[in-house]
């Protein structure tokens, strides 16, 4: 029996992971992006995989629980067949709480974690965080959960990338399509398909973000004021990002990231003598939904759509891309219904 044939059109972390899941299933595996692996912004360099609270449940903090508990075994097997490194570890995060209505909550949710993430993982309230860089907290409270993981963006697309064309896949910056087509083209594709349909279903979110000389490789992440720091397994420590509907230029720094640097380190005195080694900018896809898009394609008949990861692409990837290719493969449909493009349409 003749292998399916699958072509993604998209490489950034969507259409790499649903491209890998396919080709583990036996598909023959084609990907085709004029600018290659990463060159949106999943080429970024912040990498925080951090969950939803754990309160509210609904299907997309589900997901994404299930997507962040597998993301281990995940990028170990894209390591194994690429050699590259991605950078994974669940470090945890430590999130400082800055008052009594905030410690209130979180207090409550160390229940919420109990029953939601079950054994999986914690949401501990603590006046002792672990690790070796502690965040000022007014309260002297913080949060520490041990379901927030890291990854190095970038690194994690060049392996994706790697193992693909280890195991005979294509990748390319222009073909033909053949076989099943999927359409994963992020911030760019969601500009078009709302053209083409005459209404927003979403749009592209301009992110800042920087890359310092500090090395803090084993600490948890931090999560301060809406402010991501992310020490990364390479001895850099990743601060991000900034969020713009508006903008002019899309993929230039300003000084909205000089801002943000200096709020890095008023929240991290740690950080004040570190240099900053890259500046980087990119347009996130949001869907309308504010979920990611996944299923059939609302225009072009037997072909399929994956896109708007926006600010959570990386921490969903791994679930994505099992249910994309139970889809496009199998023709078994686990999508939440709240993901399907009707959502966002």
């Known amino acids: 029996m003749a292998s399916a044939e699958v072509t993604v059109l ?43 609270v754990p309160e509210n449940w609904n299907d997309k903090k589900a997901f994404q629980l299930d997507s962040l508990l597998m993301a281990e075994a995940f990028w170990r097997e894209v390591e194994d067949a690429s050699g590259l490194s991605v950078g994974h570890a669940r470090t945890g995060r430590v999130q400082p709480i800055l008052d009594e209505r905030g ?22 309230v603590t006046d002792k965080p672990p ?3 502690t965040p000022p907290s007014p309260t002297g409270w913080y949060i520490f959960d041990t379901l927030s993981a890291r990854l ?33 083209t992020g911030a760019a594709g969601l500009v078009a ?9 979403g749009n592209g979110v301009k992110g800042q973000a920087a890359l310092l000389d ?56 740690e950080l004040r003598n570190a240099n900053v080694i890259e500046r980087w900018a990119g347009l996130r896809p949001r869907a309308r939904s504010r979920a990611p898009m996944l299923g059939v394609h ?4 037997g072909e399929f759509i994956a896109n708007g990861g926006f600010k959570i692409g990386f921490g969903m990837a791994p679930k994505v891309a099992q249910v994309m290719a139970d889809l496009v493969l199998d023709g078994r449909d686990r ?4 993901f399907k493009p009707d959502a966002s349409l």
């Not at 280890?166 to 999927?182: N, Y």
């Not at 609302?298 to 008949?301: D, R």
């Open 214 to 269: 500090f090395d803090a490789r084993n600490a948890p992440q931090l999560f301060v004021d809406g402010l991501h720091i992310v020490p990364h397994a390479d001895g850099t420590t990743a601060i991000g990002s900034t969020s713009e509907r508006d903008y002019t230029a899309p993929d230039s720094t300003d000084a909205q990231l000089d801002a943000l640097i200096e709020k890095a380190r008023a929240a991290l005195p």
């Open 103 to 124: 410690l209130s909550l979180a207090k409550d949710r160390t229940l919420g974690a109990a029953t939601l993430w079950q054994s999986h993982a914690i949401w501990d």
């Open 131 to 133: 690790g070796p860089i």
């Open 193 to 201: 398909l709302s053209n083409d349909m005459s209404r927003s279903v």
């Open 335 to 338: 999508i939440p219904e709240g």
């Open 152 to 184: 190095h963006p970038r690194r994690a697309c060049d392996s994706l990338a790697a193992a693909l064309r280890a195991r005979g896949g294509e990748l390319m910056t222009d073909g033909k399509a053949r076989g099943h087509v999927i359409h994963a």
């Open 10 to 52: 998209g490489a950034g972390i969507f259409g790499l992971s649903i491209a890998w899941a396919c080709q583990q299933r036996g598909a023959r595996v084609r990907v085709i992006d004029p600018g290659g692996p990463g060159a949106g912004s999943s080429g970024g360099i912040v990498g925080a995989l951090a969950p939803h």
């Open 298 to 301: 609302p225009l072009y008949a």
